[in-house]
């Protein structure tokens, strides 16, 4: 492909233009290609790295198996009150084991966050936080804190760890979200997200009553695992 355009230094020379030569690679683009003009001469080649993989991403850790990658980590637990229920132990509690698991196995260089929902949410420390021994401690105290009430309103919190440009989120679910528009419209905003920034979703879904459908679409439409 030939891109006509001209260089700054060149400007006064109105009738010289630069021919570049543009290299896509296969895959989705990502913004930050880089111009390199070879010394001494009038051409040039524009490299556009491939928006980042999941390949390419660091391995953190697992959840209930997942392998879970990345460097800007959202961590989403529903604590809707049916996540109180399962036989040997609450679903919940199962939750905050492998929660706590995941949070002390990221490398410190690592930048995560966790958000509870259930009709309402909170976020634990209200932004991206690094991975260092005093916030895992913070974390561990904090997901000991957890309690199962309330319905299951998910949108909200995945919509705020979205903002905040995290490239994985790991969700974990028993349930259908309260508005029956919600499931098209979680689906919409991270498909959008994961099109636009390469952002995988992987999704856990606990219990014999969740929702497998919708939870697994919500997987599969950002290549994730559920």
Known sequence: TQ??????????LASWRLSVRVHLPRGPLTPGGRLRVAPGRLDATLVIPPRPTVRSRPLVGTFFGVPVAGRRIALVID??????????????????REARLLAASLPRDTQFDVWRFSDVYHAMAGRLISADDANVYLTQVWLGQLRATGGTNIIAPLKEALERQVDTVVLLSDGMPNNVTEPARILKLVKQHHQQRGVVVHVVGLGTDQNSGFLRSLAKTTGGAY
Do not use: C, D, E, I
């Open 79 to 96: 604590t809707s009150g049916s996540m109180g229920s399962l036989v040997g132990g609450s679903k919940l509690s199962a939750a905050v």
């Open 3 to 12: 891109v006509q355009t001209q260089l700054p230094f060149l400007r006064k």
